[in-house]
């Protein structure tokens, strides 16, 4: 299964030079978390999701209409292709640890955005003689990786009851 077969198409993005305030607008336009940030160029330069919107406006004492997508995005950026096996977007995924990928063409030009959610939807449980082409099991072993590293770890004190 390729990641256009599932991808969505024409997804919402902002600019570098677009406020905190417009992409949260986006985001709930789009019923997303998660919006690609476009350069100048046309091309992929980052990602900015709901939770830097939200740490970026309680960390800093200004209104989301002064602080810039450029200020809090990640530029630590990981993206597909829309003809990449969905295995490999999902390896990309474990390995960059998030949920979301833009997808892109060969030139930088994002085509799309492939989610967790995308893949667990297609997935399929694996039964006796039957081996599907993305099992449930490896989305959810995946997703578990991801988050892996997300869980606070709580340490009880000695004697605490």
Same mark, same amino acid.
């Given at each position: 299964?390729?990641?256009?077969?599932?991808?969505?198409?024409?997804?919402?993005?902002?600019?570098?030079?677009?406020?905190?305030?417009?992409?949260?607008?986006?985001?709930?336009?789009?019923?997303?978390?998660?919006?690609?940030?476009?350069?100048?160029?046309?091309? =992929?330069?980052?990602?900015?999701? +709901?939770? !830097? %919107?939200? $740490? #970026? *406006?309680? @960390?800093?004492?200004?209104?989301?209409?002064?602080?810039?997508?450029?200020?809090?995005?990640?530029?630590? =950026?990981?993206?597909?292709?829309? +003809?990449? !096996? %969905?295995? $490999? #977007? *999902?390896? @990309?995924?474990?390995?960059?640890?998030?949920?979301?990928?833009?997808?892109?063409?060969?030139?930088?030009? =994002?085509?799309?955005?492939?989610?967790?959610? !995308?893949?667990?939807?297609?997935?399929?449980?694996?039964?006796?003689?039957?081996?599907?082409?993305?099992?449930?099991?490896?989305?959810?072993?995946?997703?578990?990786?991801?988050?892996?590293?997300?869980?606070?770890?709580?340490?009880?004190?000695?004697?605490?009851?």
């Amino acid at each position: 299964m390729k990641v256009k077969e599932i991808m969505m198409g024409t997804p919402y993005y902002c600019q570098l030079d677009t406020n905190l305030g417009s992409a949260t607008e986006l985001m709930w336009v789009g019923n997303c978390g998660f919006l690609p940030v476009m350069g100048a160029n046309g091309k =992929l330069v980052g990602v900015v999701t +709901d939770r !830097d %919107v939200c $740490i #970026a *406006l309680g @960390t800093r004492n200004r209104p989301a209409g002064e602080v810039t997508i450029a200020e809090v995005m990640s530029n630590r =950026l990981f993206a597909c292709s829309p +003809d990449d !096996d %969905v295995h $490999i #977007a *999902l390896e @990309t995924m474990k390995e960059g640890g998030v949920r979301r990928l833009p997808v892109t063409s060969q030139t930088g030009i =994002l085509v799309g955005v492939i989610s967790m959610d !995308d893949l667990l939807v297609r997935a399929e449980s694996a039964g006796i003689g039957k081996r599907p082409e993305l099992s449930t099991e490896e989305v959810v072993k995946a997703y578990r990786a991801i988050d892996k590293r997300r869980v606070p770890q709580i340490v009880l004190a000695r004697g605490a009851a």
